[in-house]
């Protein structure tokens, strides 16, 4: 039986179920929190406030979620398995490096052609997270992170971007990209992927749902690749009645096999730590929140047109094909 690696170990392709491809449990900044996080951070309140909302969430028929949170996100799957000890959800852990530039100076000196030298330690690290586990937590990555924003594809991120393929290429691991939807960095991100002969079945340009143009995002799965639709709720960069009606259309020219749904939101991001910024944040954006799709979404998809089977298509068989297939 095909199975895909979650914080709670393997889980059959079959049992995934309804799967929002792109949430995060925790954003945060270590060493900030470390230094500041007295101000804001209480480890047990945060940790009781992300079980409560992953139970609604699968009260509202979410069996799974795909958490990219990467070294530069603040990725700390110990936290991560306390949550989920308390909740019946499937959480999928991911690897790689989120920086819209540079590179920490920890990789910076490390790696062909640098100071220490040695083989690439970015895709070693990847590779070992995916095949032994991260740290010694026996969770293991089933995806890889990365991203292409505005600046495109500096000489660091080229370098995080070739680690990523070739980790892909020897794990077989899924890709997922953060992009840039109006600089359109999507199609820096699948040019450079096919040129590396990348499986583009198995990559989701994420927050390309951010852009409602047709072209470019056709452009996109015509490639093969997946487009997230992955930031519902975040009306600042697209409102959800376009984001909505974009996907309508998409549906009625058949790329409903191409199109995964999100939100992008975290029970807790520290981008917005402190009361007043998490009412600031709740203010601006009072529909960037775990239950959006379900509850707001989907029924607007369905009153607009778009089948139950293509429904099904976007939230469990897409998730499904997408982690099929690794070794
Ligand atoms: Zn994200």
């Known amino acids: 039986m095909a199975s895909v690696d979650t914080v709670r170990g393997k889980v059959d392709l079959d049992s995934l179920g309804t799967t929002l491809m792109h949430e995060h449990v925790f954003v945060l900044t ?7 996080g007295d101000q804001w951070w209480d480890e047990q309140e945060r940790v009781a406030d992300a079980v409560t909302k992953l139970r609604q969430l699968k009260q509202a028929g979410v069996d799974t979620i795909v958490d990219p949170t990467v070294v530069g996100l603040g990725r700390y799957i ?11 959800i499937n959480v999928v852990a991911a690897t790689g490096l989120y920086t819209f530039d540079e590179i920490p100076h920890f990789f910076h000196y ?10 690439e330690i970015m895709t070693e690290l990847f590779v070992r997270d995916i095949r032994e586990g991260i740290g010694d937590t026996g ?9 292409v924003e505005e600046r495109g594809m500096t000489a660091d991120q080229t370098r995080v971007q070739q680690s990523i393929c070739d980790a892909h290429l020897e794990t077989g691991a899924p890709i997922t990209v953060h992009t840039n939807a109006a600089a359109q960095t999507g199609r820096l991100a699948v040019d450079f992927y096919a040129r590396n002969g990348v499986d583009l079945t198995k990559v989701v340009v994420g927050h390309a749902g951010d852009s409602n143009d047709l072209d470019y995002l056709k452009w996109i799965m015509d490639q093969g ?7 519902f709720g975040l009306d600042m960069f697209n409102p959800t009645d376009q984001r909505v ?13 191409r199109i995964v749904l999100s939100q992008d939101a975290a029970c807790y991001m520290d981008f917005f730590s402190g009361e007043a910024a998490q009412e600031a944040l709740a203010r601006t954006a009072p529909n960037w929140h775990f239950l959006h799709v379900t509850t707001d ?14 429904i099904t298509t976007m939230v469990v068989d897409n998730p499904r094909r997408y982690f099929a297939g690794k070794e």
């Open 30 to 36: 270590p060493d900030v929190m470390q230094n500041y």
């Open 78 to 88: 110990p936290r991560i398995q306390r949550v989920n000890d308390e909740v019946d």
């Open 110 to 119: 490390r790696g062909p052609g640098t100071l220490l030298g040695g083989p």
């Open 139 to 147: 969770v293991k990555a089933a995806l890889l992170k990365g991203v």
């Open 225 to 231: 690749a997946l487009i997230g639709c992955d930031r």
């Open 245 to 257: 009606r974009t996907i309508v259309e998409l549906c009625a020219q058949g790329y409903a096999d």
């Open 297 to 310: 979404v989907l029924p607007a998809l369905r009153e607009q047109g778009v089948s139950d089977e293509q």
